[in-house]
């Protein structure tokens, strides 16, 4: 069975009066991995689904959730998922995909059966996933590192060098809205996406991993007029409203996976706010 939590589309006025556990409660998810489970986090922002399977001593299958009122669960979906664990697979009605560390598969709309599995229990696969809803059914495809298209961005005399990796992106993989990738700070690089920005076109989910023990990720949301933060751990994911910007600083090195849905496919439609303008 698919464990699921639902999340309801908050509204920025509101936004601005929430305390530290209100603003957790509503856009932190703090557990995307349970052994031998898959979890979900169903938010009422484009109906995007986030969460991850880990496979350890059994393999484990995507089910339909309450939610979906589906046969199955990409009855009218479509999903992407990243490794970023140890080796796994993927078999979608049959097809086997082997995911190395990393490594993303985009399953289109109408895929019946889907089972995620672990090579080494010892070394679990962790499939991290996003899943919108779908007009159209494109074929699944398996997208590697060296797929993917690349940006290299900032420096580091502004602690933001950074390579962004575009995996599950328009001109790499047909997807009907869905796009993802993972971007990796430099060493020494400590700023994710600075200069901020928004797009209210999209709404968009951050996970972060690689945190090291003990460090963590100050994650910044908001109108770029009216900012927050929220202490994000390793492995958990923020969900970002099409009214927030979305940026944060590591106290050590980390990377982590964007992904977004809406209403265009255009990565580079975003509207941007200097840091000196921020409040
Ligand atoms: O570091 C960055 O900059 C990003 O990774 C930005 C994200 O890809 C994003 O927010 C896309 O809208
Ligand atoms: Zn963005």
Partial sequence: MNIIEERYAVHQDDYKRYDTEKLRQHFL???????????FVYAHYERIMVGGAMPVK????????YQQKAS???????LGAINVGGKGSITVDGERFELDT???????????????????ASKPAKFYMNSAPAH???P????????AKVLELGSSETCNERRINQLLINGVVETCQLQMGMTELQPGSIWNT???HTHSRRMEAYFYFNI??????????????????????????????????????GTANYTFIWGMAGENLDYTDMDFHKPHTLK
């Fill in 29 to 39: 998810i703090e557990k995307i991995f349970a052994p031998d489970e898959v979890l």
């Fill in 58 to 65: 059994s393999d484990v299958a995507l089910e339909p959730v």
């Fill in 72 to 78: 199955h669960f990409l009855e009218r979906r479509e």
């Fill in 102 to 120: 990393k490594e993303a598969l985009y399953i289109g709309r109408g895929a019946q059966e889907v089972v995620f599995a672990s090579d080494d």
């Fill in 136 to 138: 159209h059914s494109y």
């Fill in 140 to 147: 699944h495809k398996k997208v590697g590192m060296s797929d």
């Fill in 194 to 196: 600075m200069p901020v």
């Fill in 212 to 249: 090291p023990e003990e460090q963590a990720v100050c994650h910044f949301m908001g109108p770029a007029n009216e900012t927050r933060h929220i202490w994000v751990g390793n492995e958990q994911a923020i969900v970002s409203p099409p009214w927030s910007m979305h940026s944060g600083v």
